[in-house]
């Protein structure tokens, strides 16, 4: 059973645009999300996180979004630039226990 | 400081044969987890660590694969008579308890 999902394995978006990458999670005892960034042939490092008691976190230009009630988090990536194509992972947590890692998107910046 | 290092970067072996998979975390991290990533796929958690406790082995595929992390440091993942679906990048992080995880370049095991 999934604890956290990336239901899109992929995403391509145009240079300069927003890039939104979403991920559910169904445990609610998760207080804790992060985002991590992989290039291939590298291990993932990490990106943002937010707590649960906070509805965003904004680093730069990755802000992520939390709703708790909804059970979603988002990564939202503006301006895009061709450096941001790589797989994202989102990653969840109840601080007292192993972080769970979702199965990542790749996103791809259009030239 | 160093950050997570792991070895070796690639290895090739045959069906059947055993592999070990290093692993060196950061220095003073309690937390160490193995992760694998197969073809296509996302992080497959197979075991965490966390100081002198108990390792968390529910993700260990099978029970050819095994892990040990002595002295609350280097940490060895262990596959026994290896299969072509263990073919995978075996990922090393570390992390101050449940805090940000420092991943390793990872480990590419080819099993013929």
Known sequence: DQQ???NSPSLSVQEGRISILNCDYTNSMFDYFLWYK?????????????SSIKDKNEDG?????LNKSAKHLSLHIVPSQPGDSAV????????????I??????????? | GAGVSQSPSNKVTEKGKDVE??????????????????LGQGLEFLIYFQGN???????????RFSAERTGGSVSTLTIQRTQ??????????SSLGWDTQYFGPGTRLTVL
């Open chain 1, 101 to 111: 890692f979702g199965k990542g998107t790749r996103l791809h910046i259009l030239p």
């Open chain 1, 38 to 50: 992989k290039y291939p042939a590298e291990g993932p490092t990490f990106l943002i996180s937010i």
């Open chain 1, 4 to 6: 956290v999902k990336q």
């Open chain 2, 53 to 63: 406790s108990a390792p968390d082995k529910s993700g260990l595929p099978s029970d």
């Open chain 1, 88 to 99: 994202y992972f989102c990653a969840a947590s109840d601080r007292d226990d192993k972080i």
């Open chain 2, 84 to 93: 072509q679906e263990d073919s995978a990048v075996y990922l090393c992080a």
């Open chain 1, 61 to 65: 230009r990755f802000t992520v979004f």
């Open chain 2, 21 to 38: 998979l290093r692993c060196d975390p950061i220095s003073g991290h309690t937390a160490l987890y193995w992760y694998r990533q197969s």
